[in-house]
């Protein structure tokens, strides 16, 4: 990509991540860690990967999405709202009693969500199934999911990687966010599912691991699942990232999981992001 094109995505994931601030500190809940260490993911996405179309976004051959790791919705509107699959103004109003923007997403209210996820492990399932779906219509359609790196302690995470092995599904890009942290503490303490890269291996996918936060990494990971069409390997992106990216007092603290900011953290966060931007854009 040019100089031009990585600033530009610079801007829109520092916007992306303002997004999660706005969202989670209007709802006064939700999820802000781990939509903030996906938002560079997020970004690139929607903004540079996926052949998709916010003016119609049932489009049949469109590609699609499915947010395995469905409690960082607030990452995913944030990247929605920016495409203009709906006003930015509404991210305010997550989580409220009448707001389409729920907790978790939602196709049958949201424009531009493909599945409704939320109970870790069954978002790669579907995509899975999408996946195949395509491969038996024919059709040049690619399918992402991002997947959180505590949600691989669930079996049906296993039991979808098989799937997509078995019935070489290489236009399934598996990506996981590996930020080391999920509700209860370090994932290693947790239920330690090292190594990553090896079990994804031996369950028959090709796998690459990049810095979830630099671009060019992020393009190079893409890349490879792009030469992987006609392999009959699925693609797995892991994805090194800090939890909480973005905003200093979230960054690598478990407490952030869930939990949204005050209104002094709120305005914290924004300065230090607006800060932020200012940098790109002196650069």
Not at 49 to 66: A, L, Y
Not at 221 to 241: Q, R, V
């Amino acid at each position: 990509m040019t100089a031009e094109e990585k600033k530009e995505l610079k801007l829109t994931a520092v916007k992306v991540r303002e997004g999660i601030l706005t969202a989670t500190h209007g709802a006064k809940s939700g999820h802000p860690g781990g939509s903030l260490s996906a938002a560079d993911m997020f970004t690139y996405l929607y903004f540079k990967e996926m052949r998709i179309d916010p003016k119609n976004p049932k489009w049949e051959d469109r590609d699609r999405f499915v947010l395995s790791k469905g409690h960082t919705a607030p990452g995913l509107y944030s990247a929605l709202a920016l495409r203009g699959y709906f006003p930015v103004d509404d991210l305010k109003n997550l989580r409220h009693t009448d707001s389409y923007l729920q907790g978790h997403p939602n196709m049958n209210t949201v424009p531009g969500i493909d599945m409704s996820t939320g109970s870790l492990g069954q978002g790669l399932s579907t995509a899975a199934g999408m996946a195949k779906g395509a491969k038996y219509l024919k059709k040049d359609v690619n399918v992402y999911s991002i997947v959180g790196d505590g949600e691989l302690a669930e079996g049906q995470i296993w039991e979808a990687t098989m799937f997509a092995a078995h019935y070489k599904l290489d236009n399934l890009c598996i990506i996981v966010d590996k930020n080391g942290l999920q509700i209860d503490g370090w994932t290693k303490d947790v239920m330690n599912t090292d190594p990553v890269d090896e079990k994804f291996k031996s369950f028959g996918c090709d796998v690459i691991c990049i810095d979830g936060h630099d671009f060019d990494d992020i393009e190079k990971g893409l890349e490879k699942f792009h030469a992987n069409h006609g392999s009959g390997k699925p693609t797995c992106i892991i994805m090194s990232t800090t939890k909480g990216k973005g905003v200093s007092y979230m960054e690598n603290q478990a407490g952030w999981h869930g939990k949204a900011p005050n209104d002094d953290e709120y305005k914290q966060g924004m300065d230090e992001l607006a800060a932020a931007r200012k940098a790109i854009e002196e650069a």
